[in-house]
């Protein structure tokens, strides 16, 4: 048995010391299984190939072969558009593991089955019932809602010519990750569902220009409910068909690539719809073939079934859908969905983690669920040098974002959760003067030593109807009457416009190893998001970004765009998100000041409501003259240019706030001003 090495552990973090035992314990199962595979697949390079193997595989001279796990039916046959739906005239056979194949040979030379044409698996469960399914592995699947919201499984084979071809290699790594969270349904101005192929030439070009250089796309894995965000899976290996084909989503993924975008896919292995008739609950007859049987098997809050994460041939087919999107579709990453639900037996649900380490390491922690999030790591870091992997964990594990060799869970980047939920909780229930500038730093720097999280100042779900944007929360209703630059310049949008461009920055500046935007976000986008649904008549006219109102220059949110330009561009030339964390050596909480030094630039941020402050003195270690590299209060980013652009500050070789040097700025209420030597 591979016994774990502590002491890397422990000099990360000397208060994991009691709780070796369990770290051991899982590494334990993960190495046990990591042999495993080595021993009876060879490995994880084919072991997680399996799409190779299962679902439909065309052989160079034509034949096609067609295998699928179900253990539990006692008989199946392979129906479609190609032999009128006949239940007898293409019989399977099955093997001692329960997969079930069949080769179709070739008709003159050519596939018998016609590219897109529908099929499925017919099947006799145990207790003697017939049950269709569509194949597991499916490629492509395609919706018909004027006829069923059950999706049809296609048998998804272009032509040669009609294949896609990759023409670009992956951009390197970034260092800096700035991340563009995307939807590429909602990324039309026009009330319908958007397309690979307009997000490719709209979108793209707006992410590169606005200084991000990563792209997060949800909702890609087919979901039959649009309203779901894309969380309630059926067909794990098809690219959702209602944006599009697979080849314009390679080719949108190939541009990306060509403009030096890393695209990372917001993948759902966390849990599955318990759709019968076009998922994978219940495929073979039971209840229990991919997920756990009974309540085990799931999710009550989420309507929802639960992976048997402990189950070689669910492994098999978790790690090979990561593997498919890498390979296929030349993803770069993933950012895992729901992990807190995955790690604990209590998904979370009706826990409030105080931070104790028992809650981490205790009867809670569903030890089959870590070890695959450790192999899917594992096996994507040593295929994949470039790859990125984000977890989405409110928990704050310990350990989450440690390699694997050291009994770490293996991934790169945790998201900041806590960040978005303190600026919610301070606009909704505090007035600006009681806002508390120590609170604000704590919860920016709070995180893991040697752990990189990603920082972002407001989520998805916010945007969601019945919650609100940071804009919407500072500015409401005066959205819609006082954002022309021709109307007066009212103290709530003067108020907004300020405020979320320091709430913005410091997040960007303080919070993470990465920053994240949700589209739209980044200039205030003006009206939550709500898609098509009963409740609204099916109505498009939320379920879409608006970039006439950016590309308006007659508005303001071109004033928040511009700042999140700068904002990113000036990370792009200073890298302070691969920059050791910041010192803070002000939190002022009768001037509502905070003061730090980060990749060598000062920060200054004012967040009193009323207050100016001129001749202000702050720390700074590096002695020298500091010039302004940025400020909120420029005019092209709706300020009122009281800070001189061309300013110098000189520093004086004496201690101030524990820093060596001190030097004096003019600094705005509701400003940000960052100086640079």
């Known amino acids: ?96 593991f329960g997969v079930w194949s069949i080769t179709v040979p070739p008709v003159n030379g050519q596939p018998a089955i016609p590219h897109d044409s529908k099929i499925k698996i017919s099947m006799i469960s145990s207790n003697g019932e017939r049950v269709d399914r569509l194949p597991a592995w499916i490629t492509r699947v395609t919706q018909e809602l004027a006829v069923s919201p059950a999706y049809d499984a296609r048998f998804w084979n272009p032509p040669t010519g009609q294949k896609y071809t990759f023409k670009h290699p992956r951009p390197p790594k970034p260092q800096d990750p700035r991340i563009y969270e995307a939807h590429v349904g909602i990324s039309t101005p026009e009330p319908k569902v958007g397309t690979y192929k307009e997000f490719e030439q709209n979108v ?34 098809a690219a959702s068909s209602r944006y599009g084909t697979p080849e314009e ?50 999710h009550d809050l989420w309507d929802s079934r639960l992976f048997n994460y402990g189950s070689h041939e669910v492994l098999r087919f978790l790690m090979s859908n990561l593997r498919f999107y890498m390979e296929e579709y030349m993803f770069d990453g993933f950012r895992f969905d729901g992990v807190t639900s995955m790690m604990y037996v209590h998904h979370g649900m009706g826990t409030g983690f105080s931070g104790g380490y028992h809650e981490y390491f205790g009867p809670s922690v569903d030890e089959e669920a870590v070890v695959y999030l450790m192999l899917a790591n594992d096996m994507l870091h040593s295929l994949y040098d470039g790859v990125i992997t984000i977890a989405e964990d409110v928990s704050g594990m310990p350990t989450l974002c440690l390699p694997t060799d050291i009994g770490g869970v293996g991934f790169d980047f945790r998201l900041s959760m806590a960040i978005p939920d303190m600026w919610i909780k301070l606009l909704k229930e505090k007035s600006d003067d009681e806002w508390n500038m120590g609170n604000i730093v704590h919860t920016l720097t709070n995180r893991r030593h040697g752990e990189k ?104 949110y071109k004033y928040l765009n511009e700042f999140d330009k700068a904002m990113n561009w000036l990370e792009d030339k200073y890298h302070w998100l691969r920059s050791p964390q910041a010192y803070v050596s002000l939190k002022n909480e009768a001037d509502k000041v905070i003061v730090f030094e980060r990749a060598g630039l000062l920060w200054i941020f004012n967040f009193h409501p009323t207050q100016s402050f001129t001749d202000y003195r702050v720390g700074v270690d590096t002695p020298g003259k500091y010039k302004v590299v940025l400020s909120s209060d420029e005019k092209r980013f709706g300020g009122f240019d009281r800070i001189d652009m061309n300013g110098e500050y000189f520093t004086t070789p004496m201690s101030w706030n524990n820093r060596a040097n001190w030097l004096q700025v003019y600094i705005p209420t509701r400003t940000c001003l960052v100086l640079g030597l």
Do not use: C
Not at 273 to 292: A, P, Q
């Open 249 to 298: 989503l390679m080719s949108m993924i190939d541009t990306a690539h060509f403009m030096g975008l890393t695209v990372l896919l917001d993948v759902v292995h966390s849990h599955a719809s318990k759709n019968v008739l076009d998922g994978i609950n219940e495929f073979d007859g039971t209840d229990h073939l991919y997920f756990h049987g009974g309540g085990k098997g799931r």
């Open 453 to 556: 999280s990603v920082a972002y100042a407001e989520s998805h779900d916010q945007a969601l109807v019945g919650d609100k944007t940071l804009a919407f929360w500072l500015m409401d209703k005066e959205m819609y009457t006082h954002m022309s630059d021709l109307t007066p310049l009212t103290p709530i949008i003067e108020r907004g416009l300020s405020l979320h461009k320091t709430i913005r920055l410091i997040v960007h500046a303080l919070g993470g190893e990465a920053y994240l935007n949700f589209e739209g976000n980044e200039f205030g986008h003006p009206e939550w998001l709500d898609f098509p649904r009963q409740g609204n008549n099916n109505s498009f006219h939320y379920a879409r970004r608006q970039w006439n109102v950016v590309d308006d220059h007659l508005l303001r």
């Open 204 to 237: 793209l070009p707006r992410i590169r220009d606005g200084g991000y250089n990563t792209i997060q796309l949800m909702a890609i894995q087919e979901h039959p409910y649009y309203a779901s965000f894309g969380y309630q899976v059926t067909s794990f290996f």
């Open 1 to 96: 048995m591979a016994v774990l090495d502590s002491a890397p552990l422990l000099k990360l973090d000397p208060w994991l010391q009691p709780y070796i035992h369990p770290i051991a314990s899982r590494y334990a199962h993960f190495m046990k299984w990591k042999t495993t595979i080595q021993d009876t697949e060879h490995g994880y390079d084919a072991f997680s190939k399996g799409w190779l193997k299962f679902g439909l595989n065309v052989a160079k001279d034509g034949s096609i072969t067609y295998r699928e796990w179900a253990p539990g039916a006692t008989e199946a046959s392979l129906i479609g558009d190609f032999n009128n739906w006949d239940r007898s005239s293409h019989p399977m056979t099955k093997d001692m």
